[in-house]
């Protein structure tokens, strides 16, 4: 049995199109909703009847519940919770059509169904509530705990609009991301296609590409504020896009983290210049926009990659992950705050493997993105092996199956260039290319 499962739909129609059309290419045998199909999106309507229509399970989320009550909302106001959430909350409660309103408050908190002799439970948040958030980060024990209260053997979850799946001791806890609303800086549409069989269920993570102009026109012919059309627009939470927010600006975040751990500054300026003069040279091998959101995610792991120093010198690079992982601070989103870890961790010993739990649980397609960004760091931070800052530009030749990095110092580099070719491995591995480096 195939099935699509999708969540956080926030009543954003064209992605849930998208969503529908992309899988139907897949092709699927049922769909399942996780709830939240409407809130913070211009089109709550038909996002529900859409689903209503399509989807054979659904469940509801925190804002579904609470925008069908006039009383939470009447209570947001009187709280003086943030403008545009109370905006939002009111500006749904009172567009939602009579039978919208009635389909979700007919919808249940939670599901158990039985899939081919598995346990699956559908829930919006947690078993512990519609709000308690799962993610990448939350601890493995946690997520045993979890299953074994829910007995389940599938725990489905949402909330936190980024995609995972985790194993929990012999469960699995699937997070399909956010249809409407990702905060993990992607734009595109999320969703998890499920196979299950009887030998188990594989769980496979799903972006779709959609046309958000209509999204942006009718947000902004309805008024709502310009931080909701922002997040929108950057595929980011309203607090991460807020202009006076206390996350601040990406770099100056990683290097107060940076100071506050003692960490060698040259040295991570450095390492993360160079890396940023490869990400720059190598955009045609990479193939991420000269400016987005990468460059800027690979800047902060360089930044950081040395700061498990502060805790010794043995493993140092997966202290540096761990505190990473740790710091609350830092303007990332979940999953960014793992692949900013993880090019810290991968800055020297062994590469990613399906052994290692954080990697292991991100999608395809930030493995690449790891494994791309990080092969980029390792290198060099091999550049700047003496710690002495003599490697002053890099100019890279792309070839077929191969890259050549001129290098350009006055002083000798002798060991630059030999620990540079040696921690180029990552780089081979994510790239497929050798790597030449000339001096």
């Known amino acids: 049995m195939r099935v699509l499962l999708l969540a956080d739909t926030h009543a954003?129609?064209?992605?849930?199109k998208a969503v529908l059309a992309a899988a139907r290419d897949i092709g699927y045998d049922e769909m399942w909703c996780l709830?939240?199909?409407?809130?913070?999106?211009?089109?709550?309507?038909?996002?529900?009847?859409?689903?209503?229509?399509?989807?054979?399970?659904?469940?509801?989320?925190?804002?579904?519940?609470?925008?069908?009550?006039?009383?939470?909302?009447?209570?947001?106001?009187?709280?003086?919770?943030?403008?545009?959430?109370?905006?939002?909350?009111?500006?749904?409660?009172?567009?939602?059509?009579?039978?919208?309103?009635?389909?979700?408050?007919?919808?249940?908190?939670?599901?158990?169904?039985?899939?081919?002799?598995?346990?699956v439970v559908l829930v919006h948040g947690s078993p512990e509530g519609m709000s308690d958030g799962l993610s990448v980060l939350t601890p493995e024990a946690r997520l045993v705990e979890l299953t074994v209260k829910a007995?389940?053997?599938?725990?489905?979850?949402?909330?936190?609009?980024?995609?995972?799946?985790?194993?929990?001791?012999?469960a699995l806890v699937i997070n399909p991301g956010a249809v409407g609303r990702p905060f993990d800086g992607d734009p595109r549409a999320s969703f998890t296609i499920l196979e299950f069989t009887a030998a188990g269920v594989e769980a496979k993570a799903h972006r779709a590409v959609y046309d958000m102009t209509p999204v942006a026109e009718e947000m902004r012919r309805q008024g709502f504020p310009d931080v909701l059309l922002k997040a929108f627009m950057e595929a980011r939470s309203p607090a991460d896009v807020m202009p006076d927010g206390i996350k601040g600006d990406l770099v100056e975040q990683a290097m107060a983290l940076g100071a506050r751990e003692g960490y060698e500054k040259p040295h991570a300026l450095q390492v993360a210049r160079l890396s940023l003069r490869l990400f720059d040279e190598l955009c045609a091998a990479h193939g991420y926009a000269p400016n987005g959101r990468e460059r800027a995610l690979l800047q902060a792991g360089a930044i950081l990659h040395d700061i498990g120093l502060a805790r010794g010198t043995e493993a140092h690079h997966k202290a540096s992950r761990d505190m990473i992982l740790e710091d609350k601070i830092l303007g990332l989103s979940d999953r960014e705050r793992v692949i900013v870890a993880l090019l810290a961790r991968y800055h020297r010993r062994s590469l990613p493997g399906p052994g290692h739990a954080h990697y292991a649980a991100l999608p395809d397609c930030h493995k690449a993105m790891v494994g791309r960004l990080g092969g980029i760091l390792r290198m060099a931070d091999g550049l700047d092996r003496s710690h002495q800052a003599l490697v002053r530009d890099v100019h890279c030749t792309v070839a077929a199956d191969s890259v050549s990095v001129k290098l350009d110092a006055e002083a000798d580099i002798e060991a630059e260039a030999r620990f540079g070719a040696l921690k180029s491995d990552l780089f081979r591995s994510a790239f497929g290319k050798n790597v030449e480096f000339i001096r």
């Open 12 to 16: 954003n129609l064209p992605a849930l």
């Open 35 to 119: 709830g939240d199909l409407v809130g913070y999106g211009p089109f709550p309507n038909a996002c529900a009847r859409l689903i209503r229509q399509e989807a054979a399970h659904v469940i509801t989320g925190n804002h579904d519940a609470k925008v069908v009550s006039g009383k939470k909302v009447q209570e947001m106001a009187d709280q003086k919770k943030e403008p545009y959430k109370v905006f939002v909350f009111s500006w749904t409660h009172r567009m939602l059509e009579a039978d919208v309103a009635e389909y979700l408050r007919s919808l249940p908190e939670a599901l158990r169904l039985d899939v081919h002799g598995k346990k």
């Open 151 to 170: 007995k389940a053997d599938v725990l489905l979850v949402a909330h936190t609009h980024g995609a995972f799946c985790r194993k929990a001791g012999d």
